[in-house]
T-cell receptor
Framework: AQSVAQPEDQVNVAEGNPLTVKCTYS??????LFWYVQYPNRGLQVLLK??????LVKGSYGFEAEFNKSQTSFHLKKPSALVSDSVLYFC?????????????FGTGTRLTIIP | DAGVIQSPRHEVTEMGQEVTLRCKPI?????LFWYRQTMMRGLELLIY????????DSGMPEDRFSAKMPNASFSTLKIQPSEPRDSAVYFC?????????????FGEGSWLTVV
């Protein structure tokens, strides 16, 4: 079975400060990992993904995430938060074992950037 | 390129009525997914297709739900009869197969309210 945990429903950060949105995962094999963002009344858009290679993944809008296999984590980070980053973030995992096409999502973290 | 297209965007229906949600995946994508999003349960995978064939429908909540994909460019999710607890946002998503096709792209969702 595969699962994702986002331990924080809500994260508040002052504008200009660094932000971190936490994600841990559980898979039987090796993971594909994703961060999606959901704007109000819209679908999900991929922000970044880890498939293989460098553990530090850079994505859109200055976001990055680090794949840490020993801690089974894939935390989302940004060095300087913007008010426009205030949306809903989902971490997702897919176990790359053969035949598995399911992408499992965490419960989401709402990020609020305080001006 | 056009993204995943869903219709209707919003629907309000009375309990007991049949609801049909429609999806046009991105051209060339081999996989099509139906997800449901609610406050209580988050994002749940209902069913997915590969090359128009249903592969895993274990997430379909009960027999009132059915999904079809008659061709590569069209899928439907039907609820008959609908109940108030079916009120949710239903997302269709698609992705290309093979090693390169690891990102799932979402439509903007169909917002269903059953009264």
């Amino acid at each position: 079975a595969q699962s994702v945990a986002q331990p924080e429903d809500q994260v508040n950060v002052a504008e200009g400060n660094p932000l971190t949105v936490k994600c841990t995962y559980s898979v039987s094999g090796n993971p594909y990992l994703f961060w999606y963002v959901q704007y109000p009344n819209r679908g999900l858009q991929v922000l970044l993904k880890y498939i293989t290679g460098d553990n530090l993944v850079k994505g859109s809008y200055g976001f990055e995430a680090e794949f840490n296999k020993s801690q089974t984590s894939f935390h989302l980070k940004k060095p300087s938060a913007l008010v426009s980053d205030s949306v809903l973030y989902f971490c997702a995992v897919r176990d790359i074992r053969s035949g598995n096409e399911k992408l499992t999502f965490g419960t989401g973290t709402r990020l609020t950037i305080i001006p | 390129d056009a993204g995943v297209i869903q219709s209707p965007r919003h629907e309000v229906t009375e309990m007991g009525q049949e609801v049909t949600l429609r999806c046009k995946p991105i051209s060339g994508h081999d996989y099509l997914f139906w997800y449901r999003q609610t406050m209580m349960r988050g994002l749940e995978l209902l069913i997915y297709f590969n090359n128009n064939v249903p592969i895993d429908d274990s997430g379909m909540p009960e027999d009132r739900f059915s999904a079809k994909m008659p061709n590569a460019s069209f899928s439907t999710l039907k609820i008959q009869p609908s109940e108030p607890r079916d009120s949710a946002v239903y997302f269709c998503a698609s992705r290309r197969g093979g090693v390169t096709g690891n990102t799932i792209y979402f439509g903007e969702g169909s917002w269903l309210t059953v009264v």
